[in-house]
């Protein structure tokens, strides 16, 4: 029987082995985690993340062949594959500061991997991680391997959308597996091609080396935002000219070279991952001294912030140039639909400019919690801090909460349940100051119909 470990029960380690272990019911899955918590979370009825179908998995495995634990030493000795699947957050101080990925706990699970191991193991960098990490996980590694003891490590980046993780992880795109080319190498990639290939097609199943394994994940995001940045430019001129933008991504989005994909007009990109990979290739562009593709990457994440601020602008500029002691709705609070993750939404920096102007704001989110969206809203750097929360914000507990007695109504995150044909428009209507604004910053709502029931309607990529 093999057994994994998987060192980090957070987003991507959860979720990942959880299925390894669904799929796989002759392999021991264990996810570990020094977070009491968490692991505590991950052991009850409720789980420390959302993920749809996340729970059917977990519930169906967990006691059997499925296990979350604190035990880290133990787990380590006792598997044959271990993934480090542990945070990389982008640096706050010292060089590289706002940028680079700080690569703390990798190189800390790693030692500790170095440290308890009394067997030969396959360490897969299941992380996202800047290119050539392998390197330096490796130089630790082998320091502490003797003749008895071998260490081969693998890169097997995700590429998980939240939302969509588990149908991500049970019909990918394809997987990555970068080894060392050696006959090591090779042998270590092998054991793990054959735990995909239970339930992934052959042919899905990539293997490459180290770093181009490392690198494509950078890639693959830097590429997805640079999609969405292109056509949030494109929004502006549309605005200003009266062209469309949903026209303009479908006409473009029909050429076969392009397709229709990320080509939806928004009010930002958020998430854990597209603005911190960016960065991250940015910084190692500056690294390898290539300054004007270091220039071109970064200009993604600018043309992402102005995107933000440029949408709320046009809130304060529409409600005749203030928004002090106005209510303000705000629909959603989470980066995208179907997850609670709030990490680099652009509601927080939505939230944070309308608090600074004295508005007050009417927050509904059907997945993010008041703790978490006060959390969000006092972090260092965004700009306000608990008194201003207070004072300022409500957490409600639906969207005609929210939106009673509102001045204008904004669409941060695309849930379903904001559709036309879920929520009573016309009742939100009849609840708010007249005139009653509403702004669509993602493109869900139908503005010719919500002009008929009175509304002035505002919409990203659209002048009328």
Not at 9 to 23: H, K, L, M, T, W
Not at 32 to 46: E, K, T
Not at 226 to 251: F, H, K, M, P, W
Not at 378 to 391: I, L
Request: net charge negative.
């Amino acid at each position: 029987m093999v057994n994994i470990c998987c060192i980090g029960a957070g987003y991507v380690g959860g979720p990942s082995s959880a299925v390894i272990a669904y799929q796989c019911h002759d392999v021991n899955v264990t996810i570990v985690d020094l977070n009491q918590a968490r692991i505590d979370a991950w052991n009850s009825d409720n789980l420390p993340i959302y993920e749809p179908g996340l729970e059917e998995i977990v519930f169906s495995r967990r006691g059997k062949n499925l296990f979350f634990s604190t035990d880290v030493d133990q787990a380590i000795i006792d598997a044959d594959l271990i993934f480090v699947s542990v945070n990389t957050p982008t640096k706050k101080s010292g060089m590289g500061a706002g940028m680079a990925a700080d690569l703390a706990y990798i190189e800390t699970a790693t030692r500790r991997i170095a440290q308890v191991a009394t067997t030969s193991k396959v360490v897969i960098e299941k992380s996202t991680v800047p290119c050539r990490t392998a390197q330096s996980m490796r130089t630790i590694l082998e320091a502490n391997s003797n003749k008895d003891i071998r260490f081969d490590i693998l890169s097997n980046p995700e590429f998980l959308a939240e939302g969509t993780a588990i149908s991500d992880l049970t019909k990918p795109d394809r997987v990555l597996i970068g080894c060392l080319q050696t006959p090591e190498g090779f042998a270590a990639q092998k054991k793990l091609v054959d735990i995909y290939t239970r339930w992934i097609p052959q042919e899905r199943v990539i293997t490459m080396n180290l770093w181009s394994s490392e690198l494509s994940k950078l890639a693959a995001n830097a590429l997805l935002a640079q999609r969405i940045s292109s056509i949030n430019a494109l929004s502006a001129i549309c605005e200003a000219t009266g062209a469309d933008v949903d026209e303009v991504a479908y006409a473009c989005g029909t050429d076969s070279r392009i397709g229709p994909k990320f080509l939806k007009a928004s009010v930002g990109f958020g998430g854990s991952c597209f603005q911190k990979d960016i960065l991250n290739l940015v910084y190692l562009s500056e690294q390898l001294f290539l300054p004007e593709v270091a220039a071109y990457w970064k200009s993604v994440v600018t043309m992402n912030e102005y995107q933000k601020m440029r949408f709320t602008h046009r809130i304060v500029r529409t409600l005749f140039n203030t928004v002090t002691h106005k209510r303000i709705a705000l629909l959603g609070f989470a980066f995208k639909k179907d997850t609670g993750d709030t990490r680099e939404s652009a509601a927080i920096t939505l939230c944070s400019y309308l608090i600074q102007e004295h508005a007050r704001i009417a927050i509904y989110d059907p997945k993010v919690s008041a703790k978490q969206i006060k959390m969000d809203l006092t972090e260092p750097g965004v700009g306000t801090n608990e008194a201003d929360v207070d004072k300022h914000v409500q957490v409600c507990e639906s969207a005609y909460e929210a939106c009673a007695g509102a001045d204008a109504l904004v669409i941060c995150t695309e849930w379903d349940e904001f559709k036309m044909n879920q929520l009573d428009y016309q009742k939100i209507f009849d609840s708010m100051q007249k005139p009653a604004f509403i702004f669509d910053g993602r493109l869900i709502l139908d503005g010719p119909k919500l002009r008929e029931i009175g509304f002035r309607v505002e919409t990203i990529g659209k002048s009328v």
